[in-house]
């Protein structure tokens, strides 16, 4: 070899040997980046407490759990109108939770309906999630990632076609899914502000309580005028129907903490957002909830409840007697940790039957609370009850403690009848 080949091979090996330390140098500084960045979100800013509020109040728990599961590790089932759909694991496993997202992939998840498996259906709700903050989107992120790992494989969705091609679902997004920031109105209070983002982002209310049209997308112009879920009617809660009822703060607070109010009790579906969910509010964010539902945060006098007095000659007054005064009352007063009142009942005093006619039908089962609070179950009577007993129990409880009309027919009864028993 030359002596200029070897000057030149030295500066090679020289040359390489700065490349490889500057590669290792790099790599690692890339690597301990990477690992910044994940610190950051799963231990440093993630606010792993702050998580797990906000975790409750966005019901996480109520979704994500079967009747009798593991908390978090999924298998519940939503029925929408393209078949079931089952809610996932998210516990912090690997394999089958989501222990392997990264941040990105969770805000992805989260705000825009698309896991690292593919979109998501919109029965979770990313189209109020997408309102989120990053700060709380990154706090309940370090808080799943801080739970413990539950292998738990999910269960197949029973969607029919074309549905279960999710590759429709990025259409889907494209017309449905408008992923905006939240904005506090400048022409509200800091709470009431507050209260539209427990509400809207966090607590999704919207996705039961919006009619969805065709495309099953939210009717935004129809936002909280109520709509029917799995064969119940998710009450209409703008502040005009809730003022018109003469609901008040108390009320409020009563209903999203022990699931009973003066106004009568949740039932169905809002049992567990209220057990799991709701009722966890810190004092401030349960008067936030309610200044924004009630559109005030003025106090609000309660005022007598409804109680015109019983008419025996109506057909439904002996059904009351026989059927229903045991546990709700002669005079519809009702019995603590029994049976809510008939007096002054907010789902007796709403324009549509649908709800009165679905718990005759269908039942309540029993709540439980916490150990001062607790109801017992209702019956059913769907096997009993005709539908002129149906429609004659219905007019009587509406005319008799609430100020609706007893103008119910065997039409009614009978359209009722067919959308309530639609999923079963």
């Not at 909830?289 to 409804?306: E, F, G, N, P, R």
Request: hydrophobic fraction near 35%; glycine fraction near 8%.
């Amino acid at each position: 070899m030359k002596p200029c080949d070897q000057q030149y091979t030295a500066r090679l090996i020289k040359v390489c040997k700065l490349s490889q330390n500057l590669l290792l140098t790099i790599g690692l500084s890339v690597f301990a980046s990477s690992c910044s960045a994940a610190d950051e979100h799963v231990n440093n800013s993630g606010d792993i407490e702050r998580g797990a509020y906000l975790m409750k109040i966005g019901d996480c728990v109520a979704c994500h759990t079967a009747v009798g599961g593991r908390e978090l590790t999924g298998g519940l089932p939503f029925e929408t109108p393209f078949g079931a759909v089952y809610s996932t694991n998210i516990t912090s496993d690997k394999e089958t939770g989501i222990g392997k997202y990264s941040y990105e992939d969770f805000f992805d998840a989260m705000h825009h309906g698309v896991g690292i498996n593919g979109n998501l259906y919109p029965a979770m709700p990313y189209t109020s999630y997408s309102l989120l903050t990053d700060e709380d989107t990154q706090a309940i992120y370090a808080y799943l990632m801080g739970t413990k790992p539950i292998k738990q494989a999910n269960l197949d969705n029973d969607v029919y076609f074309p549905f279960n091609v999710r590759f429709g679902l990025k259409a889907w997004n494209l017309v449905a899914h408008d992923a905006k920031k939240f904005t506090p109105k400048k022409d509200k209070s800091e709470r009431w502000n507050r209260g539209n983002y427990l509400v809207n982002a966090l607590g999704h209310c919207a996705e039961c309580h919006t009619p969805r049209d065709s495309l099953f997308a939210m009717e935004q112009d129809k936002h909280f005028q109520g709509a029917i879920i799995e064969g119940l009617e998710a009450s209409n809660i703008t502040p005009v129907e809730l003022n018109r009822q003469n609901w008040t703060h108390d009320d409020l607070k009563s209903l999203f903490t022990e699931g009973y109010s003066r106004k009568g009790t949740v039932f169905g579906g809002m049992y567990p957002v209220v057990y799991h969910s709701f009722s966890h509010l810190t004092d401030d964010d349960m008067f936030a909830v309610s200044s924004y539902l009630l559109d005030t945060d003025k106090k609000i006098a309660a005022k007598a409840l409804t109680f015109n007095g019983h008419q025996r000659k109506l057909p439904g007054y002996d059904l009351y007697m026989g059927y229903c005064a045991g546990c709700h009352g002669q005079s519809g007063e009702g019995r603590p940790n029994v049976a809510p009142a008939m007096a002054g009942n907010a789902t007796l005093d709403k324009a549509s039957p649908h709800n009165i006619v679905a718990v005759m039908l269908k039942g309540i089962k029993s709540q439980h609370y916490n150990t001062t609070t607790s109801f017992y179950a209702m019956p059913g009577y769907a096997d009993k009850f005709t539908d002129e007993q149906l429609r004659d129990l219905a007019n009587y409880l509406r005319v008799t403690w609430s100020p609706q009309p007893g103008d119910l027919t065997l039409n009614t009864i009978s359209d009722l009848k067919e959308v309530i028993f639609e999923h079963d």
